[in-house]
């Protein structure tokens, strides 16, 4: 299972993160794509759509999996060995928590106007 997620925020880090940090945060303020296609005001319109809240709950929960997996590794092909436990519960309990709680502000925050509709 933790190869699965490492896998899937491995994709997600390489091809889709560096794609919308690029339209989201370059291409609107240096003029390359209309601002009213992908900038803020276009963002807040789309995001209570839902495949919009899950791409973005993807991303963040994908490369949580995939940075703390790499540094559980990293540490451990440092010489930390003896305390491969503690990393294990550390670093994917980072990765649990942060995609916990983007699964909080992307569904059950009540100041986005969207909930599940079964809460």
């Not at 092909?77 to 909080?104: E, N, Q, S």
């Amino acid at each position: 299972m933790v190869w699965g997620l490492f896998s899937l925020g491995g994709f997600i880090t390489a091809f889709l993160l560096p794609v919308t940090i690029f339209f989201l945060s370059l291409a609107v303020p240096l003029g390359l794509w209309p601002a009213e296609r992908i900038g803020y005001g276009a963002f807040a319109a789309r995001f209570p759509d839902l495949l919009v809240r899950l791409f973005f709950l993807v991303v963040i929960g994908g490369g949580l999996f995939h940075g703390m997996h790499r540094l559980r590794h990293i540490l451990l092909d440092a010489g930390l060995t003896r305390a491969d436990t503690l990393w294990a519960v550390l670093c994917y309990g980072v990765a649990v928590f942060g995609t916990l709680a983007a699964v909080y502000y992307t569904f059950l925050e009540p100041t986005f106007g969207w909930s599940l509709p079964f809460l």
